[in-house]
């Protein structure tokens, strides 16, 4: 079946822009997760949907990153006033997990390449 | 310290040879483990999941020792297309449902 998919691949952007990056998890998936790997770093989690419950937002680097997700389905990542520093590649991952669960494997999409001019 | 670290590499890894690496965490409340692959510029894809002391898929093997709070992953017959970086992933469901990853650990497998 269809994996997760993420829009745009790539996106430039000036500093100061807003920007939205989509992601479209694997149908069924109860738990929606949002990364982003920078050069030469490992991957930093930012925010983490599950099921009508609160988003946990502990990994939100700054009030400037925000996200939803619309139906249980379908999530945005909006990054406001972007600053070089935000330059990463942004992952989307989906899950089965549900509340508190061991059984927590994690499907990437592709990413979104964020480049801050 | 790291809650989860990986030796960078890169592991240089003759043709056919077998290789075997590891991953320490630091909390012993983590639960889940998970070995991932990343190629280069391209996306994380689960390798292996762990969640008692150890799996087996083919020539790959994981191994979890929670007294030393390391999981190893080891590679049997290693062919060319295994050169990646293997990420290591761990979960504590009590802390919400996120995964946080080591850094990786770079693999070269060469003729």
């Known amino acids: 079946g269809a994996g997760v998919s993420q829009s745009p691949s790539n996106k430039v952007t000036e500093k100061g822009k807003d920007v939205e990056l989509r992601c479209d998890p694997i149908s069924g998936h109860t738990a929606l997760y949002w990364y982003r790997q920078s050069l030469g770093q490992g991957l930093e989690f930012l925010i983490y949907?599950?099921?009508?419950?609160?988003?946990?937002k502990s990994g939100l680097p700054s009030d400037r990153f925000s996200a939803e997700r619309t139906g249980g389905s379908v999530s945005t990542l909006t990054i406001q006033r972007t600053q070089q520093e935000d330059s990463a590649v942004y992952l989307c991952?989906?899950?089965?997990?549900?509340?508190?669960?061991?059984?927590?494997?994690?499907?990437f999409g592709p990413g979104t390449r964020l480049t801050v001019l | 310290r790291k809650e989860v670290e990986q030796d960078p590499g890169p592991f240089n890894v003759p043709e056919g040879a077998t290789v075997a690496f590891n991953c320490t965490y630091s909390?012993?409340?983590?639960?889940?483990f998970f070995w991932y692959r990343q190629d280069c510029r391209k996306e994380p894809k689960l390798l292996m999941s762990?969640?008692?002391s150890g799996n087996e898929d083919g020539r790959f093997t994981a191994q979890l020792n929670r007294a030393s709070q390391y999981i190893s992953l080891l590679i049997r017959d290693s062919k060319l297309s295994d050169s990646a970086t293997y990420l290591c992933?761990?979960?504590?469901?009590?802390?919400?449902?996120?995964?946080?990853f080591g850094g990786g650990t770079r693999v070269l497998v060469k003729p």
């Open positions: 991952a989906s899950s089965y997990a549900t509340g508190t669960s061991v059984y927590n494997e994690q499907f």
């Open positions: 909390n012993s409340a983590s639960q889940s």
């Open positions: 992933a761990v979960n504590r469901p009590a802390a919400g449902n996120k995964l946080t």
């Open positions: 949907f599950q099921g009508n419950s609160a988003p946990d």
């Open positions: 762990v969640y008692s």
